[in-house]
């Protein structure tokens, strides 16, 4: 007799999709001052938006916050607040006074991803200009990209192809 919702005998759960499922829920956080103040185009958050759904996410949120530490915890904590899925920052990952999205996203993550954030910096020679991170809060991932539209959408192409493994893992679904 075939399984019914509560699983079947392997302890598996099957479950259908509509075109997107749980864990390919996606959001994006702008960070930037100009972009806040109006006097910069948010491309690099449009082209994640666009980028990220031609990868099968739906993007369900995309903010824009000014830089700072407090500014980017804040605004992650709120993006991950009852979420399940992907976050990608884009900008204040460089060298300037105010290029603390890092710092931000530190204070609000459980645990790092290391490997994530490595594999981006190898895809590009100035890739080894960005001091950004990846880590876990509760069921999602937080990535950091850097502010330029060619800079965001490389890193995150870089790790495209194992993030949605990752976010299956996380989870709790067994894959091995």
Known sequence: MPSDAKGNESGHHSHTSGGHDESLLAKVLTVSDGVVEGVREDRS???LVVTLNSHNYEVVEHKVVADGVQNVAEAL?????DFRGLIVTTGGT???ERDLTPEGTRLVIEREAPGI???MRLI???GRLSRGIAGIVGGSIIINTPGSTAGC?????AVADVLPHA????HGERLH
Do not use: I, S
């Open 124 to 126: 590009n020679p100035l």
């Open 45 to 47: 958050g449009e082209a």
């Open 153 to 157: 959408v490389e890193c995150y192409e």
């Open 117 to 119: 954030a490595e594999a």
């Open 167 to 170: 976010l299956r893992l996380l």
């Open 77 to 81: 904590a709120d993006l991950t607040n």
């Open 94 to 96: 460089g060298f300037t």
